[in-house]
């Protein structure tokens, strides 16, 4: 093999990837990463190769890291100290979901639920679990019930003083549930709550489920795993748990805003089970937001490991003979593959980290306990932009993985090059939290609300404000690739909105329920609205943030990014735009698909570069194929060599075998 | 849990499930699958359940299972027996295809080469072979080439009347090579033949690697196996082989048409490489009609669960309360997602048994040894389809798994649901004989050859004569679909080759080499062209077979089946129908669409009918949501009910650990 090219590559770049990476991030993130990442690295129990472990074993190896990073004490709450959760989340997502999913379930799902729905009552429960004393899972979810969350069974019962649980069928029986299969000694369980003899609806109660000496589970209550499941997640402990008239005390009701009294009577200060729900409709964003950043690394990944190894692998060239080959990153349609993810991760990120200021600030004034309209219309818009941003980054990502596998051929498809691994990672994702097109309902349902509503839309975060006025179809193109998809997006978005909102209106007129009428509206129509809308906002976003950007070689370079991603994801809308009459004639197709070739050949010089800018440490990548120092067929050897010469022990069985057949064949 | 539903919804099916299969399979087809599956399930050899095996556990299985089939004695020659040969391989595929692949490799790929580039020099060896006294593989890809397999670095020098192997390089080191890493006693490898200080480029040998007691390799090899793959693939010992000045006897090469004499001379009876290759252009399709047919079974596999479990699945209703709960089967977006794949399970299994037919002549033809321009444009027409077709049939079958996956929530992660698992088998299909974009280039190749030539096309299966006359763009839908779908899959190909040939001759006028013209006009270009030529084919095909059918009722059935398999194919060509013209306005689309949903629609009362009448076996299925029971909850739970209560090892370290936080704590 020739040396390696990619340094050749790296220099075609027209800036410092450093600073690039400096101005995406913040310095700060880059710095804090930089140290988690030392940090793991000076810790054996974070050495990692390409060995696949059985379920016994990655769950062990899970629970030794995860004790490392409780010992640390570096994980903290999110809003006593942002920029550091912020650091150690990524780094430990990007290394690991299952030992970031077990650290999270705890903190953020399992003490979050504790901390919102409790009260003065369990501050003594809170404070074990900041401290780590106890651990604790989360269980919602039920074998008959995902995304109806409103009607699971299990029952909670008001009986002499305590609660009773019980699981009444099948379906009823919790499952899913991070920590739990071995760990959790606590768990936040969701049960319809029956006081004397009144269903009172979903409520969430915090249960002790096991000793924390011998971890057998207490009276009524059976617990197991879920078996076995792909990538990453084979490490987490799934877990399902029965009830049978486990009986728990009364304090188990996280009570803010309710309770029973002593003399078994339920008291509520919510007006209904709406306002109770209502509350919590943008905290359901925090989970969201997380699942776009994953969506966001999915590509990073991809595109990393792909693109460097696309300038390893050199295969056809102008001329017959080896030395004439070159690297398969030269042709165009490679390019065409990779580079739209290779923008998508860079443009997903600046997105979701502006996502995440504006979702804080509309934090602080939920926990402030702010009351107002606008903050109503606030928490409404992230719901429908997290809703819809999450398919949307989920999506990019697992598809973005997927290509890079392909492009990477065969050797693609070893282990060691990780990107299997890491679809398998990132393949939840897509239903986490709610199936992608079931949550993308969210996003329309808003916006379909919105054209009912009279008067001006107008929304905190002003995603919603060009659907005020209808926007012109296509005149013409202009220098700016992204001004001109913004443009396309607001029409179809307008275009969609209507055709789904009086489509939506027929339906209800022929006497069709608004249950059958939501559904028979989502092929072609809500769904590709929630979607324009989405992106819509994706792309105006990053603009607005590359408009800000002070060092004119950096702000051109993502200039190019942003454009690519414009084009890109605009391409996929092409025949729904000529549906809705943006324009018309082959001619507006025709340079819109040559505006993003144009798009993909801008990108190339600055590819590795750009690669750099977004690759984890090779640490964490672990991939052969995506090393930085652009050496895949060596690191690919290098681990082919530990397989010299292995003689399983059935191989003496082989022998026998074709013995017996060849004496056999010559009697 | 309710009871199952899958019976009503059974019942709503216009006809008898059995009586299609025997038409679409043929009657003799799915008694003789029938017979083969009984076999399988009376040896404990091939019982199976949903545990993950380890890469040596999952070997050693392969191994035994393997042993089993040898000794049925049921693997044959396909030209001897091919309905025999079609049973066993389909059920065998379907099964498992790591232990499929280890039967194939030896007999249909290795042993193939043997015997077609070998002479009565191996007669002994092929013997051998038959018998299974040895077992074989076959090296042709090396680290640094894949798809360029002529530029394949290892050499074989003649040397003092014996042949001398050498890997020059890493790069040259053989690779992926089924049956290598442990088993293989011979091998084929193809190598540059130098005689006399001259190459005289690519050849095949057959070298022995082992001796056969010890399983040791000879002198001058070193052999290894590639490390852990993806699901079945784990099982298949792909392995890697190095040469240093490895000496074997003449008679390795496999002298069919050339030769080496005792004293050293290379002769030849071809008179180019190109005649050479000319002759292996359409025996290539062996393989590529065999990958079609995965590309069919992972739509199978992804239909019958998605579907099955679609019915046992209820959530959101038109009213509240779970007992107005509705299997999620009924909305209209889960139908959209899931039976596109059915109909194209069942038209890529029609396609896929027209062309094995139509091929089965053509080899016939080779083997009798003849040599015409007809034939000779038969295998330019075989090498083009085969190579469009594999493409589409494998990218169709791994989007089906995803979307299935995706479509049955988070349960359909779980190991039990094998869609991920099934996923990772099919995924290299994309990548097998030749990157899926890679190959597509043969196709639009040759169709750009037949613009560029001279005469009317007229080409033996008459896939490209309709591109003798200009095709009339859109007036109107008729009352089929098929052929609105046809006339407009006739209009694209015809115009995507006049605008990529012209595109390609304006290249080639600026001063770009073929090699540059040929890279620059694949995106948008010759690979869309490639994909329309194929799908027009493969609904014609199919499109014929219906209108043989003689029961009415079930002409009605296929007819629903390929009215949507053509909508759904045609939809995703909707943009480049309006950039080359064949229609403008937004109503065209919106008809298009409308035709399309309402295609879904009219499949639906069939689907549960259909899923049975394509369904493997539920022991070949093996898995606990797509049960033919429909009970897939009671399986679910089942499985989960072997997990109960365990505790693996580190849970006491687990408690110790809290209980020192907790003392900690209280210092």
Known sequence: MSAPLIDKYRKMASFDWKKLKA???????????????????????????????????????????????????LFKDPYSDLENFKALTETLEAYDQ????????????????VKSMGTERHKEL???????????????????????TAEVQTTATFDDGQLVFNCPSIGAIKCWAGNLSHSATHVVVYAQLHVGGKNEGLHGFVIQVRCPKTFQTFPGITIGDMGSKPGCWQGVENGWMEFKNHRAPLSALLNKGCDITPDGKYVTSFKSASEKQSVSLGTLSVGRLGIIAKGMMACTFASTIAIRYSVARRQFGPEKGAENEIPVLEYPLQQYRLFPYLSAAICIRIFQKTFVEKFTEY?????????????????????????????????????????????????????????????????PSQTFEGENFMILQQTSNILLGKVASIGLINTPMSTMTFLNSKPSKFSSWTSDPVNDALSAYRYLTYHLLQTTSSEANKLKQSGKNSFEVRNEIQVHRAVNLSIAYTE????????????????????GVLQK????FSLFLLERHLATLYITGYASGGKFGEELREKLRKAVADVKPESMALVDSIAPDDFILNSALGASDGKAYDHIMEEFRKYTNEQPRWVCDLAQFLQKRSQSSKL
Not at 53 to 59: A, D, G, M, N, P
Not at 403 to 414: N, P, T, V
């Open 561 to 564: 990014v942003l454009n690519l």
């Open 23 to 73: 101005v995406v991030e913040g310095e700060e993130h880059v710095r804090l990463k930089a140290e988690v990442v030392a940090k793991m690295k000076s810790e054996p129990i974070f050495h990692r190769d390409y060995r696949v472990l059985s379920r016994e074993e990655q769950r062990e190896v899970v629970h030794q890291r995860w004790k490392k990073i409780v010992e640390w004490g």
């Open 98 to 113: 299952g030992t970031s999913a077990r650290l999270f379930l705890h903190g953020n799902v399992f003490g979050a639920a």
């Open 536 to 555: 819509h906002t994706m792309i105006d976003w990053v603009q607005k943030f590359v408009e800000d950007v002070e060092d004119v070689t950096l702000k």
């Open 126 to 148: 809170v404070e074990k679990i900041e401290n780590n004393e106890i651990v604790g899972a989360f269980c919602l979810t039920e074998i008959g019930h995902g995304s109806n």
């Open 363 to 427: 934090m602080m004034r939920v926990m402030v306990g702010e009351k107002s309209e606008e903050l109503s219309e606030f928490s409404k818009e992230v719901h429908a932009l997290s809703s819809g941003a999450k398919p949307v980054a989920t999506w990019l990502g697992v598809e973005s993985l997927g290509e890079a596998r392909k492009a990477c051929g065969g050797h693609g498809f070893l282990h060691m090059s990780r990107l299997n691994t890491l679809r398998d990672d990132n393949d």
